[in-house]
């Protein structure tokens, strides 16, 4: 599995941590930046990440900034992501076995870096369950299909 992770400066600190409890558990990822607390754009790292992971280069993303909103609008413009703002176990492993969330946005003025570890092992680990999940997802795909040629970049 390979995790695309990216974040602005107010999700940088958290996103290290989260960098090194993946490498800890021999989790292979690819770091978008940023490499500072320097101030930065999120919808340009959400853009980055969401399209590596769209156009299967990375399995899955997991996004940072401050609170994880704008992370997860920005992601979720790009055709083909469902990005899930999560602040708790609950709604992590929903994430994947209900939305099949390919990434996970994080707010890192929101989460201590124990949560958030803790969090992105409860969505790597979960899965997709399928049945009348898979159909939802359907109808999510041909509303985007109205919307984006057929869920293919323009
Ligand atoms: C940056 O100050 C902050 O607005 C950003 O990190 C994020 O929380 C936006 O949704």
Redesign the pocket.
């Known amino acids: 599995m390979r995790v695309a992770l990216g974040s602005?400066h107010?999700?940088f600190q958290l996103k290290e941590e989260i960098k090194r409890f993946l490498y800890d558990n021999h989790v292979d990822c690819g770091d978008f930046g940023v490499s500072s607390m320097e101030p930065a754009d999120?919808p340009d790292i959400a853009g980055a990440v969401a399209e590596a992971v769209a156009q299967g280069k990375f399995d899955c993303g997991i996004l940072v900034?401050?609170?994880g909103?704008?992370?997860a609008i920005a992601a979720n413009k790009v055709p083909g992501i469902r990005a899930a703002l999560c602040h708790d176990l609950f709604t992590a492993r929903a994430a994947k076995e209900h939305n099949d969330a390919n990434i996970l946005a994080l707010g890192g003025r929101v989460l201590s870096s124990q949560l958030a570890c803790e969090i992105v092992e409860t969505w790597l680990n979960a899965h997709f369950a399928g049945e009348r999940h898979a159909r939802r997802l359907e109808k999510i795909r041909s509303l985007e299909a109205r919307y984006c040629c057929n869920g293919e970049e323009k």
Do not use: H, V
Request: net charge negative; proline share 0%; hydrophobic share 30%.
């Open positions: 602005d107010a999700g999120y900034c401050g609170t909103i704008g992370m």
